[in-house]
């Protein structure tokens, strides 16, 4: 049975989020099923696969933007996420006033320590030869018992 697919993000919801983000040189936009921003290995933006866009805001600002623009949390996959508001379309459509909220969201997560990496290391190759000659030298001395 062949895979089922992610829906794709509305496509003008896509563009918009896109206008958004080039307003912000600094910030990349990632993802591809799932578009989203981060800095320092924190995200801080996404658009959902219904097209709502997600901000990662602080405490009080986020308190007062649920309330101004009579929003929420934002919930995914049945787990309401603490941080992140849902902005209204009618404010995703308006870059201008959106851009201080984006704007805020970002020196946010720029406060944060920024999260270590995940990946692993590459073994150097004195390492390598250590465990290879090592392994040679146990060889002998259980060939030599004989």
Request: hydrophobic content about 35%; glycine content about 4%; overall charge positive.
């Amino acid at each position: 049975m062949a895979k089922k697919q992610a829906a794709a993000v509305p496509q003008a919801k896509l563009d918009l989020y896109e206008k958004l983000v080039v307003a912000f040189p600094e910030v990349e936009r990632k993802g591809a099923a799932m578009p989203y921003t981060s800095c320092n290995g924190h995200m801080f933006s996404f658009l959902t696969k219904d097209g709502k866009l997600a901000l990662r805001l602080p405490d009080e600002p986020r308190e007062a933007f649920i309330k101004k623009f009579k929003t929420k949390l934002c919930e995914q996959h049945g787990t309401v996420m603490k941080e992140y508001v849902v902005v209204p379309d009618t404010l995703l459509k308006k870059t201008a006033e959106l851009k201080k909220h984006f704007r805020a969201s970002l020196d946010y997560v720029s406060s944060l320590k920024p999260k270590a990496t995940t990946r692993k290391k590459k073994q150097t190759k004195k390492v390598a030869k250590k465990t290879s000659s090592s392994a040679k030298g146990r060889k002998k001395k259980v060939g030599k018992k004989k």
